[in-house]
């Protein structure tokens, strides 16, 4: 079993039997460090390592039923997740991830397997960045909720905000766009398959490299796509005060989303340009850039109209919302 | 009105009228910085000088109904509490706290002006800390649920940890003790008044300054009196695998909370030995130490026995309990 690499045999009973400090003795004894770790769970606070004399720190809450679902994801897969995505929120400032915090809520009733697995999840994630876990609070509650903290380490390299990116610029993405949203359609449909899709869905792959290698290639703004690639380079637009503007072209569209896409009725195009989740990493660069393959340049910075806008192909991309968490799709 | 100190009218509207975005430019436009803060919110990730190259980090997650009560606390004193708990294990650790970011859970039909005097809070307890509010991340949900983390520099001080303390060693505290619980007992009773220890149990004030001082002071072991001076002491023992021994006449009990345990029938020993949320600091140090004032010698460490024990003049206090956040009182 994935979760329990060392065959390790599940926590038996609840949450409430195990009691709080018998939960996180579980939970803390699972976990592993890093040379920047140097002090983990179990005091009042951690201590990690911030060569750079600077950390960077990034804050996200996770809700069972919206951010999550126990029936579509497993625990494991659930920690994962919540880890990628604050890691990739250290990645896009161009930082190096050290270190995750993690705020729990758990109801007593819940078999305690759940957290354990969450835990592991959260480890294994952190591993895969170079971070490790180093402390948290658990508190008992109605609904699962997760609230993580990630630090992360410049290495003396500047920090790239939403903020520099300027007119001739072009703007360049790498990692996955778009698989998170269909493979969400997927199981909204009640379907498991095509099974690359779903796994995007349930475990994203950030690539937690790239940010900080973007800073090298001089990057002038970066953010990773986290609300759907329109919606997170508005951000960029409006703090850059530019406008931006995306090609269509572009973008490979692999022919297995262009399947779902026909099989659900709706035009892949939107799940690249709109789905959030897979959190790639969008960067804007100075034209004479030479990038890597990896990095794929689907658009380009404009100088700002009246409004910060994000076009597609010069026009409004018809449905090209973001989620605001109080109205829905905007 | 204290919590809009620039005579500023209150928002208009719920949280969910405001919107995701609203509601967040509304709370950061309400922030100050200090020179600490490299970048505030409004990026991926906020950017923290730490001088030290190590950063002391901490998270509390705090609930509606669990750990506050709206029709007890206004939403300014929850934010000046929870940041108050923060804070005190970053000083706690002997480091000096920089930064706040803040995981808020909100119904979409409350008052949006709840978090925005939350967030006054919030920013003048780390004003008196002398920390500041770098970032956050707010999503919609049914419990109002405050996860805080903090992050603090040890300006070249080793850690204080839990594991520290030597037989013979004095245990000292600094701070109030039993404030707190003696002002949630009388609001439990319906009353809300003697006032000092109602606004108590509202807004802790702990001594932030004492912690980096008592590394000074050659502190062997350090932590806050979150969950009541017996159970975060007997964390002390039993991570220093050491005995601690109280003793009751060295505790100077005041004369109205004498008065208050008689109105309600409490011992008011039992708070001040049981009752955490004041946060205060409790060290031990080295018997030959000569301690400044505000520093009160109320026990001393001794050799281990078979267990890590905590007595109070050298017997089991009859509930010398803590807090278990899942079993209750153990």
Partial sequence: MLSFPGGRPPTPGTVGELGE????????????????VKLGPGDD??????????????TDVLLEGRHFRRDWSTAYDVGRKAAAQNLADIAA??????????????????????????MDGLRDECDVAGAAVVGGDIVRGETITLAI???????????????????????AVTGWLGWSAAGYAILQRGF??????????????????????AVALGATAMTDVSDGLIADLRHIATASKV???????????????????????????????????????????????????RWRV???VRHPSAVSRV????????????????RGES
Same sequence: chains 1, 2.
């Fill in 149 to 171: 903290t990630a630090l992360g380490d410049l290495r003396g390299r500047e920090a790239v905000t939403r903020a520099g990116a300027r007119p001739g610029d072009v703007v």
């Fill in 298 to 300: 689907v658009g380009e």
């Fill in 192 to 213: 498991r398959s095509p099974r690359a899709f779903v796994e995007a869905h349930r475990r994203p792959e950030p690539p937690y490299h790239a940010g900080p290698a």
């Fill in 311 to 326: 076009t597609v192909n010069g026009a409004s991309w018809q449905d090209g919302g973001g989620w605001d968490h109080f």
């Fill in 21 to 36: 400090f018998g939960l996180i003795r579980e939970l803390t004894s699972r976990l592993t460090a890093t040379p920047a």
């Fill in 45 to 58: 606070a951690a201590v990690v390592a911030a060569p750079d004399r600077r950390v960077v720190a990034s």
């Fill in 243 to 293: 406008c931006i503007d995306l090609r269509t072209e572009a973008f490979d569209v692999p022919a297995q989303m262009h399947d779902i896409g026909q099989a659900v009725g709706v035009d892949p195009l939107q799940w690249v340009l709109t789905g959030g989740e897979d959190h790639a990493i969008v960067a804007t660069f100075p034209p004479d850039r030479k990038l890597p393959a």
């Fill in 93 to 118: 400032m161009g930082a190096a991830p050290t270190a995750l915090l993690l705020g729990l809520v758990l109801p007593a009733d819940l078999h305690a397997t759940w957290p354990v697995e969450l």
